[in-house]
């Protein structure tokens, strides 16, 4: 991707991140009245991670503008199961202020993974975000991992309304979904994928993996991210 279209996913992913500090901030005030020690814990760790990402975002962005070489986001070895637990802590307070639920199941051993991690997290935030908001109170979201020959496989899935376009068990890739110009005056239209999606997909291809869309067994969306396991992980 050039350089104009890297800055536009940033934006929009600062813009996400910002929100979610926000509503951590309310949330720590609100715990700090409680006096609830482990609640307040979980999100103070949510907190941190969010400002952690911003100033990661912030950094790229930089980077990219500058064209200068910043070592945090070169390809690096990492666990992906680590990673996933990591965007679980950072999102599990949010959806308890929504009224919603994130849980996380996790099958096998994932594999040590050599690639862009940042850029890794920040497609596993968007499907996160993409949850937050497509879904109403009292929804589940579940983050689901699985180790197979050859493969380990990330699906995130809710119980939300769904697509039309969308079959059960047939997975669609991301990038074929229906992509619109939302009318400024209503935000109105069909559903599109918007930038948070496109990145999702584009990041995914760039590290040899496949992402795919499908219903939920549950009735809503489930996103499917494929990795093939690497020789040196």
């Not at 990591?86 to 009224?99: K, Q």
């Not at 109170?137 to 380990?152: K, M, N, P, Q, R």
Request: proline residues 3%.
């Amino acid at each position: 991707m050039d350089s104009q279209e890297q800055l536009s996913y940033l934006i929009h992913d600062m813009r996400s991140i910002t929100t979610s500090v926000t509503l951590m901030v309310d949330l720590l005030e609100l715990a700090a009245k409680a006096e609830d020690d482990s609640l307040q814990r979980a999100r103070a760790v949510s907190a941190q991670k969010s400002c952690e990402q911003m100033s990661s975002l912030c950094a790229e962005a930089a980077m990219v503008l500058t064209g200068s070489v910043d070592e945090r986001f070169a390809p690096q070895k990492f666990n992906l199961l680590k990673l996933l637990v990591e965007a679980a802590a950072m999102y599990s307070p949010i959806y308890d202020l929504a009224g919603k639920n994130l849980q996380m199941n996790a099958t096998g051993r994932a594999p040590q993974f050599f690639g862009n991690r940042s850029q890794i997290f920040r497609s596993i935030s968007n499907l996160l975000d993409n949850g937050l908001k497509h879904t109403s109170s009292g929804a589940t979201v579940i983050i689901e991992c699985s180790d197979s020959l050859g493969e380990f496989a990330v699906a995130i899935s809710d119980d939300g309304p769904g697509l039309p376009e969308l079959q059960l068990d047939v997975q669609r890739p991301i990038d074929t979904l229906p992509v619109v110009v939302k009318h400024l005056a209503n935000s109105s239209g069909v559903f599109s994928p918007g930038r948070g999606l496109r990145f999702v997909s584009e990041t995914i291809s760039e590290h040899g993996g496949n992402s795919t869309v499908e219903i939920s067994k549950r009735g809503g969306c489930k996103f499917t991210l494929t990795f093939q396991k690497q020789s040196n992980g």
